[in-house]
Structure formats: structure tokens, C-alpha cells
């Protein structure tokens, strides 16, 4: 069975704290982003990766950032977390070739208080 | 404050009816479709692709039409099963580039 792994379900923090979000996948794929999600507004991009070390914005970076040391993870850094960024976070991953759905992780639900 | 999201669009069916979820998608340059089911606290599943050079792609009770013409997808659903209750996501993908871009998602509440 193909797994994305997000290392928590839910997670509380405080307004300016330093937040790691996790993902970690293990079908070898190439490519790995990550969601928000919010009520009415679907699933709107933060960034993505194509490869490791390698990384590109999607429609609403700020306030994120992402590393991505080794192939299989890929992690998401709120530098200073405020309450507009209380969401539920999913991570995806797929391969390089053209018809290559994306698998989701179960989501990771931040509140910031 | 927090920002207001739009009221999710709502479907209800009635069990063993066809379901038809619609989505208007918007860059006429996205070459691939893609379905996908959200079952509550858990992350969005795959349930079947297009390629825009196709109109019709069919799968176990689930199909996919897309016109090209008018830029819209849906999702045909027969039979329609209670464990079908979920969100529908529709997605798209331009060029070959992996970056997709989701719509909001439809409701489908299955009333057994």
C-alpha cells in the first residue's frame, strides 16, 4: 500500500511560535507539495518540489517556508505562526510521468491560539 | 480576523439514484483532470482522470465527462451508495508540469 505519512493529526501552537509540519512518503516519488484547507475555499497550494533541494512557490507561500533534505520528505516551516494559519494541512506526493495522480496524507489539523 | 469561505455547494441524492457533480474549471490550457473523494478527517482519494484529448473516461460505476468547449468537468456516480457520502474535489493540471489546482469541492449527501 503507497503512504503519505503526516507526523501529527492535530497540533496546537502559539501566535510566534516556530512550526514543523512533516511528510514523509515512501513510493520514491519525485514530486511532493503541500495544502491548505479551509471550509469553502478547497485546497490552494503553499509550495511544492520537484526534486530534492529544489523547491517552487504555489498561491500562497507567505508566511511558509519548505525544506527538502532527502527524496521521501518533505517538511513545512511556519517561521512565526499567527492565527490566520489555523487550518488543516495536507501533504501529497506523485511521480514524474505525465499521468501521475497525487496521494494525499491524512491532513494535519493546526490551530494557533 | 478570519476570512469568511464560500458556503460549500451541496448535493443530496437519494440512495441507488445516479449522482452528477459538476465543476467549472478555469485556464484553458489544463491538459488533465483529475476526481477526487474526501471522506470526513481523512485526505482527498483518487477516483479517476481525463486527459483533455479524451470527452468520456469511464471507471467502476464512476464517469467522467469533460467539454472542452465550455470548460467543464463532471462526475457521474450511478447507483449511488451511502459510503459514496464525501466531498468531490475536481483538479487540473496545466502542460506537463505536476502543479495542480483544485476546485472547492461539492458535497454529495447520500439520504439512505
Known amino acids: 500500500d503507497v503512504k503519505v505519512t503526516q507526523s501529527s493529526r492535530y497540533l496546537v501552537k502559539r501566535t510566534g511560535e516556530k512550526v514543523f509540519l512533516e511528510c514523509v512518503q515512501d513510493m520514491d516519488h519525485e514530486n511532493m507539495f503541500w495544502y491548505r484547507q479551509d471550509p469553502g475555499l478547497g485546497l490552494r497550494l503553499i509550495y511544492f518540489?520537484?526534486?530534492?533541494?529544489?523547491?517552487e512557490k504555489g498561491d500562497i507561500p507567505e508566511g511558509y517556508s519548505v525544506s527538502r533534505e532527502k527524496k521521501e520528505r518533505f517538511s513545512l516551516i511556519l517561521e512565526s505562526a499567527s492565527t490566520n494559519q489555523t487550518s488543516m494541512y495536507l501533504c501529497?506526493?506523485?511521480?514524474?510521468?505525465?499521468?501521475?495522480?497525487?496521494?494525499f496524507g491524512q491532513g494535519t489539523r493546526l490551530t494557533v491560539v | 480576523g478570519e476570512s469568511v469561505g464560500l458556503h460549500l455547494p451541496t448535493l443530496s441524492v437519494q440512495e441507488g439514484d445516479n449522482s452528477i457533480i459538476n465543476c467549472a474549471y478555469s485556464?484553458?490550457?489544463?491538459?488533465?483532470f483529475i476526481w477526487y473523494k474526501q471522506e470526513s478527517g481523512k485526505g482527498p482519494q483518487f477516483i479517476i482522470d481525463i486527459r483533455s484529448n479524451m470527452d468520456k473516461r469511464q471507471g467502476q460505476r464512476v464517469t467522467v465527462l469533460l467539454n472542452k468547449t465550455v470548460k467543464h468537468l463532471s462526475l457521474q456516480i450511478a447507483a449511488t451508495q451511502p459510503g459514496d457520502s464525501a466531498v468531490y474535489f475536481c483538479a487540473e493540471r496545466a502542460g506537463g508540469y505536476q502543479k495542480v489546482t483544485f476546485g472547492i469541492g461539492t458535497k454529495l449527501q447520500v439520504i439512505p
Open positions: 501529497a506526493s506523485s511521480g514524474q510521468t505525465f499521468n501521475t495522480e497525487a496521494f
Open positions: 518540489s520537484y526534486d530534492v533541494k529544489m523547491k
Open positions: 485556464n484553458s490550457a489544463s491538459d488533465y
